[in-house]
């Protein structure tokens, strides 16, 4: 069990996990975020959302810590956690732990002419295809499509097809994860894991000393999170895709779907006294 009295990170997807799958409601959440807030616990956002998307959201939230974007591309650090990176006029450091999207499409559009594989991803649909394989209103669409270091797609071929596209992307040092709608192409050395890991040495080397961490998500993209952190709360999905971690001892796989699942999570790990 862990208090809310010692240092302590929360890392948490979005989709399917602190938000509904379907409506995106976090309302089941508030009562834990204000709890988490009160106790000074940061409450880490790590997802496949972009930064455009992530920020209403931050705000609405009313969250002060960093934030992930694109499955461990990008970091987004508030003053408060800056050392010596260069902050920008809204008060956000931004630190790129993956691939840019402009390579990432280039290495894509040269797959496809040379393999003849068959996907789509977000450089390829109009505005309204995004909304409708989302759920999205236009102006989150267009939010989703403001990416700086990853493409969602959707995979139209075999899986044996997958094999080989995967392959083709190690060897233009890329790599491919399984979000819970999305496949998502980012940098190799890009994951929601390491990100984790670099904000956990960075928030001990702010405070002098070691940091527990609880990671919360409901997809295989979070799989590196759950490997990393001293926690993990798997929550139940809305979907049929198997979720292995390192070490099942200190995983929690709860009952409830969504934000529901993420207070059943947090409930099951934190002490109540």
């Known amino acids: 069990m862990f208090s ?11 989709d399917g996990s602190l938000l509904d799958h379907d409506t995106y409601d976090h309302s089941p959440a508030i009562e834990w975020l204000a709890r988490l807030k009160a106790a000074d ?55 790129v732990l993956g691939a840019s999207r402009s390579r990432i499409l280039t290495v ?13 991803g977000f450089a390829d649909m109009t505005h309204q295809e995004v909304m409708t394989l989302t759920g999205l209103d236009e102006p989150s669409a267009r939010r989703a499509c ?20 995967r392959l083709e992307l190690i060897g233009a040092g890329l790599e491919l994860t399984r979000g819970g709608r999305f496949h998502h192409v980012m940098g190799e050395t890009c994951s929601k894991g390491r990100a984790c890991g670099w904000l956990i040495s960075r928030l001990e080397q702010r405070l002098g000393t070691s940091v527990s961490s609880i990671a919360l998500g409901d997809g295989p993209n979070d799989v590196s999170m759950f490997d990393t952190v001293d926690a993990a709360v798997i ?3 809305k979907h049929d895709q198997p979720i292995e971690v390192r070490d ?22 934190i002490s109540a006294s």
């Open 235 to 237: 929550i139940r999905g």
């Open 108 to 120: 894509l559009e040269a797959i496809r002419e040379t393999e003849s594989l068959r996907f789509r």
């Open 146 to 165: 403001q990416r700086e270091a990853s493409e969602p797609l959707i995979w139209r071929d075999s899986e044996t097809a997958l094999d080989h596209f």
């Open 248 to 269: 099942e001892a200190r995983t929690y796989r709860t009952h409830e779907h969504g934000p529901h699942g993420w207070v059943e999570g947090l409930e099951h790990w």
């Open 41 to 95: 616990v940061p409450v880490i956002l790590n997802t496949s959302k972009t930064a455009a998307e992530v920020l209403p959201l931050y705000h609405e939230l009313g969250l002060d810590a960093p934030f992930v974007t694109e499955n461990g591309g990008c970091v987004y650090l508030p003053e408060s956690w800056v050392i010596n990176e260069d902050v920008d006029v809204d008060g956000w450091a931004r630190v």
């Open 4 to 14: 809310l009295a010692q240092p302590l990170l929360i890392f948490t997807d979005l």
